[in-house]
């Protein structure tokens, strides 16, 4: 299993951003089973959970980012998103998307977002 997540860039406040994890070397079946989540770590912080995308679809958020980013699935693509928007300098870090299968879990690369005030 590898995960490719892109999308990172650098914004302004007030923008948006897509995120997106891609599945690789992952049956179909596994892929709609699995829950997903995306993490981030800022400069000088702990990795800190972002969202989480549950097997049957149910979404959870941070309470920093609530209402500002969402996440979604594409199944015909293997895909995860998170859009976010809104952003604030606060969300500056590297992104993570992390999968769990089984007992197993799997990590993405990291893409990094950057947003200036």
């Known amino acids: 299993v590898q995960l490719q997540a892109s999308g990172g860039g650098s914004v302004q406040a007030g923008g948006s951003l897509k995120l997106s994890c891609k599945a690789q070397r992952m049956i179909w079946s596994t892929f709609v089973q699995s829950p997903m989540a995306w993490y981030r770590q800022a400069p000088g912080k702990q990795r800190e959970l972002v969202a989480t995308f549950a097997s049957g679809g149910t979404t959870n958020y941070r309470d920093s980012v609530k209402g500002r980013f969402t996440m979604s699935r594409d199944n015909s693509k293997k895909t995860w998103y998170l859009h976010m928007n809104s952003l604030e300098p606060e969300d500056t870090a590297i992104y993570y998307c992390?999968?769990?299968?089984?007992?197993?879990?799997?990590w993405g690369r990291g893409t990094l977002v950057t947003v200036s005030s």
């Open positions: 992390n999968v769990e299968i089984g007992s197993q879990d799997y």
